[in-house]
């Protein structure tokens, strides 16, 4: 049991595309570009320093 991932929105696919970016520049992990996933949502992954995965989306 644990978590296994959190999401943040930030409201826009430009967003979504302008926060990976920042994080990329900043050396984090990026885990999955930027797409419109099979259900329909855009995301990003991206890991933390301690290895959680956090979802940008749309």
């Not at 929105?9 to 885990?31: C, D, L, M, P, Y």
């Not at 259900?39 to 290895?51: K, L, Q, R, T």
Request: hydrophobic letters at 30%; aromatic letters at 6%; charged letters at 30%.
């Amino acid at each position: 049991m644990g978590l296994a991932h959190f999401a943040i929105s930030v409201g826009s696919k430009k967003k979504v595309e302008a926060h990976t970016e920042q994080v990329r520049k900043n050396g984090f992990k990026i885990i999955g570009e930027h797409r419109t996933t099979g259900d329909g949502y855009y995301e990003s992954v991206i890991s933390d320093p301690e290895g959680n995965l956090i979802e940008i989306t749309e």
